[in-house]
């Protein structure tokens, strides 16, 4: 186990840098109110599955490192770039209140950063606390490029549960021994699917389960009587996974930097995206053996996938020498394809709704969207042969049949000069073209329209969005995040949407608010957000591929009439196309 070094600079800011070791459990800074971090992205030579590989990385570590601030806080994030690839990083789940240029996707909220170009990342953390992340978010570079976004409460202010004696952060990750920069591009190119992951990952580590792994084995060592609390994070490119450790309890008290009432399991989902924060009780007295921490994929598609599973060590801290015979205790995980736990679990999860931490669910709305999400074809280009779902298809994927083709003009940028023609357009449909039997048998509509489209909104809309799985290829779970906006869950459901029964059985006084959520696989989820920050939004599927093929959009938010309802000019600095 390692630790952080925190470095103040005698500065009336109370700046400071920290020195990142891998998994070190968290020291609260309690000074400043502005914190500065510098990213250096560079090449580092990394071994995993006895296979050694240059993988793109910030300041030499995988997964990289942690930011830690509380509510509250300014954050400025120089990130320069020193690799050949063009780089943007997102910070997920970061509201980014008025403050768009530093959100992050490329294209869509700012030109890349190029090879030997810097960017200093702006915001100011409001209103949020918990566990959120940090991601490249161009390309398949998020595979490497990612690290958590630890915000504690204001100083004074107790958790909403017991103070944890130790806190710890738990990343999911994929490790590929060849280039993901080649295997998406090999795979765009030919229409087909990509070739799948070569294990997973637990805090960069691939664990005693993979050849060549058992040195590579994330421990958490604990001691008896006490509560962890485990930060998660799913950072894997295409996989929901499920997770437990075995014969331990897990207490649920966070989603996405969001409180939950608290509740008991001993598995749980999260999908890519997703963050959650979770106690673990350790047991009263020492139990004499390890416990295995294991993760697979939660998988409905017809897609490749890797079905392989990850493992981490759970260890009681003792005087016993001879740790390395005691027994090593599995836990059992669900089925590939246990929708119904899957369901089970996540309609467990509802807001705290109290007065301190209230759930503001718009009861009024002003625009409805019905959006088709799934995957269909596009035509194989003439004079080739695609690997789609037939020789003369190429795989897409779309949101009421619109996949979204990316701009080479950031999409924020070329709304705030005025300077949008061209660029994009703002018909973006609100409900699908042509309507089809979505969850059920042909005829249904598998070809896809492709272009740069946009939904305007003005300031303060109430919006309702029902995100409504197709079957076209097969029935698969989505899972959708939007940029710039936590949203409320507010149903969900099998089957086609039914406009004239389902909303009846809507949850309006505490869903669970989220940035990332599942649309069911062969069902539908509906959300309801306020559109009270300016700027241009993407929102995607967070399986990478998915997002690869088109499964993205973005909404723009108009300006409101206030000078704190209107979206801040553009930093000197901001990239270039």
């Keep these: 186990m390692g630790s952080f070094s925190f470095?103040?600079?005698?500065?009336?800011?109370?700046v400071f840098l920290f020195t990142f070791i891998t998994f070190a459990h968290l020291l609260e800074p309690a000074f400043g109110i502005t914190r500065h971090y510098k990213f250096d992205i560079k090449l580092q030579n990394v071994t995993r599955?006895?296979?050694?590989?240059?993988?793109?990385?910030?300041?030499?570590?995988?997964?990289?490192?942690?930011?830690?601030?509380?509510?509250?806080?300014?954050?400025?994030?120089?990130?320069?770039?020193?690799?050949?690839?063009?780089?943007?990083?997102?910070?997920?789940?970061?509201?980014?209140?008025?403050?768009?240029?530093?959100?992050?996707?490329?294209?869509?909220?700012?030109?890349?950063?190029?090879?030997?170009?810097?960017?200093?990342?702006?915001?100011?953390?409001?209103?949020?606390?918990?566990?959120?992340?940090?991601?490249?978010?161009?390309?398949?570079?998020?595979?490497?490029?990612?690290?958590?976004?630890i915000i504690l409460p204001k100083l004074g202010v107790p958790y909403p549960f017991p103070k944890p004696y130790k806190q710890v952060p738990i990343i999911f990750g994929e490790w590929f021994n060849t280039d993901t920069e080649a295997i998406i591009n090999q795979a765009l190119q030919t229409g087909g699917g990509p070739n799948v992951s070569d294990a997973y990952t637990i805090n960069g580590l691939p664990g005693p389960l993979y050849n060549c792994s058992a040195k590579d084995t994330f421990k958490l060592k604990v001691k008896p009587g006490k509560t962890y609390m485990l930060r998660l994070i799913n950072a894997a490119l295409n996989d929901e996974l499920f997770f437990s450790i075995a014969n331990h309890t897990l207490t649920i008290v966070d989603a996405d930097a969001v409180y939950v009432k608290p509740f008991q399991t001993k598995i749980l989902l999260i999908a890519p995206g997703q963050t959650s924060n979770v106690l673990l009780k350790t047991k009263p007295k020492n139990p004499n053996a390890k416990f295995f921490m294991t993760a697979r994929p939660y998988a409905t598609g017809q897609g490749t996938f890797d079905n392989s599973t990850v493992a981490a060590i759970l260890e009681y801290e003792s005087s016993n020498s001879n740790l390395k015979n005691l027994p090593i205790l599995k836990p059992s995980l669900p089925a590939l394809n246990d929708t119904a736990f899957a369901t089970n679990f996540t309609k467990k999860l509802f807001s705290l709704a109290n007065s301190q931490f209230p759930a503001n669910v718009p009861q009024n709305i002003d625009r409805q969207f019905f959006f088709t999400v799934g995957l269909g074809t596009n035509p194989c280009p003439k004079n080739q042969t695609c690997q789609g779902p037939t020789n003369s298809t190429m795989f897409a994927a779309s949101i009421n049949n619109v996949s979204f083709t990316m701009p080479t003009k950031a999409l924020l940028q070329s709304h705030f000069t005025g300077q949008s023609k061209r660029v994009y357009s703002s018909n973006f449909p609100i409900s699908p073209l042509i309507p089809f039997n979505y969850t059920g048998t042909p005829p249904n509509n598998t070809n896809v329209g492709n272009g740069t489209k946009v939904v305007v909104l003005n300031y303060n809309t109430s919006v309702e969005v029902i995100m409504q799985d197709t079957s076209i290829l097969g029935a698969e779970s989505h899972p959708l995040h939007l940029h710039g906006y936590n949203f409320f869950v507010v149903g969900?459901?099998?089957?086609?949407?039914?406009?004239?029964?389902?909303?009846?059985?809507?949850?309006?006084?505490?869903?669970?608010?989220?940035?990332?959520?599942?649309?069911?696989?062969?069902?539908?989820?509906?959300?309801?957000?306020?559109a009270d920050n300016p700027g241009v939004w993407f929102m995607h599927c967070h399986l990478e591929v998915h997002t690869s093929w088109g499964l993205k959009m973005a909404w723009l938010v108009l300006d409101g009439k206030l000078p704190n309802q209107k979206l801040l000019p553009p930093p000197a600095d901001l990239p270039k196309c």
């Design 492 to 530: 969900q459901g099998f089957g086609n949407f039914d406009r004239n029964k389902d909303p009846a059985k809507f949850n309006l006084v505490d869903p669970v608010e989220r940035n990332t959520v599942g649309v069911p696989s062969g069902g539908w989820v509906a959300i309801r957000f306020r």
């Design 49 to 149: 599955l006895c296979h050694t590989k240059s993988i793109v990385t910030v300041n030499g570590k995988f997964p990289g490192p942690r930011i830690i601030a509380r509510e509250g806080d300014n954050l400025l994030i120089n990130v320069v770039n020193h690799v050949q690839n063009n780089i943007s990083l997102h910070w997920h789940g970061i509201r980014q209140l008025r403050s768009g240029w530093a959100d992050g996707p490329a294209y869509i909220t700012q030109c890349p950063i190029q090879s030997g170009q810097s960017y200093v990342y702006n915001y100011t953390i409001v209103g949020q606390r918990g566990t959120l992340w940090w991601h490249a978010h161009i390309s398949w570079l998020r595979s490497t490029l990612h690290g958590p976004i």
């Design 7 to 14: 470095l103040p600079k005698p500065s009336f800011l109370g």
